[in-house]
């Protein structure tokens, strides 16, 4: 690992004539992958605020410009990572209802993409993965409340792409997204990252011989 955070674009020294949104925009990134960063090699707990000034390359005069504390830097590292995250899954969807659909493709190839977005997600960014599964609960229980909310998301996903329609297939879609959850906290807790694609193919055959326990929409595939 560099000290300054890798995945976030240092501006140039000395006069760069840049507008002031720009930079503060360029420090705030910085700010927010140095503290995930830090906080995937040594926990939330052991991850001082120096730490994460000497990793971003900023003064702490500049940190507090922008953050009240580690927590509230925490919150924002949080949602910068669920909004990553979203945003992958909602790209994958979107390609889907803008793609002409392939012979035999079947309303269940949703969940597919949906769990590739997320597992690739992972995967990519497992720093950010750590943050908002992991080190999470180490915050308090106003981010432990966030967490719950990203997992009420995961469902609606779940729900939406396997056509939940009653409160049983709701409260189907919600055990299955628990137990993905759980499974996948598991694996990046203790740095099994490379790992985890290998439960992507299992939960989808376990939605597969669901019927329509999750929602309508396996009731229309075909299961040979």
């Not at 953050?67 to 990553?84: I, T």
């Not at 990519?124 to 967490?147: M, Q, T």
């Amino acid at each position: 690992m560099t000290e300054v955070a890798g995945n976030a674009r240092q501006l140039p020294r000395g006069r760069h004539g840049l507008p002031r949104e720009q930079v503060v925009a360029s420090q705030r990134e910085r700010i927010l992958e140095a503290l995930a960063e830090a906080m995937a090699e040594n926990g939330y707990v052991n991850t001082s605020v120096a730490v994460i000034l000497k990793r971003a390359g900023v003064s702490r005069e500049t940190f507090y410009e922008q953050f009240r504390s580690k927590e509230d830097c925490f919150e924002a590292a949080y949602e910068h990572a669920v909004a990553g995250m979203l945003a992958r899954i909602d790209a994958a969807v979107g390609a889907e209802a803008e793609a002409v659909p392939e012979p035999g493709a079947k309303k269940s190839d949703r969940m597919r993409r949906i769990l590739d977005a997320y597992f690739e997600g992972l995967v990519v960014e497992p720093a950010h993965a750590r943050l908002f599964l992991v080190e999470v609960y180490a915050v308090g229980s106003k981010a432990i409340a966030g967490r719950a909310r990203l997992l009420e998301l995961f469902v609606g996903l779940i729900a939406d792409a396997l056509d939940a329609r009653t409160p049983a297939q709701r409260f189907a879609c919600q055990t299955f997204a628990a137990a993905v959850g759980a499974m996948v906290t598991g694996r990046i807790a203790v740095g099994d990252v490379e790992g985890l694609p290998a439960l992507k193919e299992p939960l989808l055959e376990l939605i597969a011989r669901s019927g329509d326990l999750y929602g309508e929409a396996m009731a229309g595939d075909s299961t040979d």
